[in-house]
């Protein structure tokens, strides 16, 4: 399914000439071309069409012509289709790609006549959507909830004395504040936008309940190894969404 997103209205006014009913071709037409656009997105131009004739002329018809592509549409026409001598009315042009290439096709503008006064082209190119950056905020707030996960596990399993050191002893209530610590900090780390910071903090935890020997904690119970697990994954998740706000940055 492809995703709508909203972009800014592009406005681009040209105008085309209509003389009076008694000169119905037009002396100005100019199309537009609205370059590369995303697929699932639409962008607009505003057209001026110009009467500089001394008579009121009133369109009858602003349509595609049906052999051309059919991604363009008129978004809004203008409240009177009457122009009054040396005036102008507005409409509105939309373009909604729905693949991926070149596009384009004809609008003609009727006043009065079978046959269309002015024909104008409006040419586009789909493009592949790319992939929204993630927000910083929304980051912090996936990491942080992953984070809250693993303080609250390890405060249930130290309350039920899971946790052992290396050397097979309980371990100490010291041990698990120093340890509760660094959780601590690295949610502040990355509460305040300091990644780098938190990711350093993160890989030193791991390192606490990895289970070799060096690391001297959290090493021989079911517990501990669960504990380790989830902290892994809290740092895969950062691995992948560190990279993507770096990518961002560089957008």
């Keep these: 399914m492809i995703r709508t997103k909203s972009l800014p209205i592009l406005l681009i006014i040209f105008s085309i000439v209509i003389l009076s009913p008694d000169f119905s071709e037009a002396i100005y037409t100019q199309g537009h071309d609205f370059g590369n656009v995303e697929l699932g997105s639409t962008q607009t131009t505003l057209v001026s069409i110009s009467n500089l004739d001394n008579l009121t002329v009133v369109l009858t ?9 059919s991604d ?8 009177s289709m009457a122009i009054p001598p040396n005036e102008s009315v507005n409409f509105e042009i939309g373009y909604s790609p ?5 596009c384009s096709a004809t609008l003609r503008i009727y006043n009065g006549s079978p046959m269309p006064s002015n024909e104008v082209t409006f040419t586009g190119a789909g493009v592949e959507q790319k992939p929204e950056p993630p927000e910083p905020e929304n980051i912090s707030q996936l990491l942080l909830e992953k984070l809250q996960k693993i303080i609250a596990y390890t405060n249930e399993s130290y309350t039920y004395q899971a946790f052992k050191s290396y050397e097979q002893d309980k371990l100490s209530e010291r041990r698990l504040k120093a340890f509760k610590k660094m959780l601590v900090v690295s949610y502040h780390l ?11 903090k993160l890989r030193e935890i791991y390192k606490k309940v990895d289970g070799k020997p060096e690391s ?17 994954d809290l740092i895969a ?11 961002s940055k560089k957008i």
């Design 72 to 79: 363009f549409s008129v978004v809004k026409l203008p409240e």
């Design 237 to 247: 998740s950062f691995d992948f969404q560190y990279k993507q706000v770096k990518k």
């Design 98 to 102: 729905s693949f991926i290439g070149e």
């Design 216 to 232: 001297n904690d959290f090493v021989s119970s079911e517990k501990a190894a669960q504990l380790a697990l989830m902290i892994h």
């Design 61 to 69: 018809g602003v349509t595609f012509a049906r052999d051309g592509c």
């Design 190 to 200: 990355i509460e305040n936008g300091h990644f780098e910071a938190a990711h350093n």
